[in-house]
Nanobody
Framework: QVQLVESGGGSVQAGGSLRLSCAAS????????MGWFRQAPGKEREAVAC????????FYADSVKGRVTISQDNAKDTVYLQMNSLKPEDTAMYYC????????????????WGQGTQVTVSS
């Protein structure tokens, strides 16, 4: 079974930065893509950034383009989300996910999920 553990969340002021980390363990060979999703109270879960684990192709939500970068280490066991110029609307629970389904930029394309890490941005 694949396990995903997020870390790096916290509270920051608007304009600040955070780097989220996702450590993967277990069998991950079937995970074609990994991603970061977020869910704010009263809103649907949405993709923030996704990465194909083999080609390193990336997807970014329009709301975060230019402010965040998703990356994966050479061993493919850790995925990062570097977030800069944070805004209050970025406040949400952030989840790491891995999967082999489709679409790869949608929750429907993912099979394994972490427990989440809270990001709070104050103005």
């Amino acid at each position: 079974q694949v396990q995903l553990v997020e870390s790096g969340g916290g509270s920051v002021q608007a304009g600040g930065s955070l780097r989220l980390s996702c450590a993967a363990s277990g069998y991950t060979a079937n995970s074609n893509h990994m991603g970061w999703f977020r869910q704010a109270p009263g809103k649907e879960r949405e993709a923030v950034a996704c990465i194909n684990t083999f080609s390193r192709n990336t997807f970014y939500a329009d709301s975060v383009k230019g402010r965040v970068t998703i990356s994966q280490d050479n061993a493919k066991d850790t995925v990062y989300l570097q977030m800069n110029s944070l805004k209050p609307e970025d406040t949400a629970m952030y989840y790491c996910a891995a999967g082999f389904g489709y679409p790869w930029y949608s929750p429907a394309g993912y099979n394994y999920w972490g427990q989440g890490t809270q990001v709070t941005v104050s103005s």
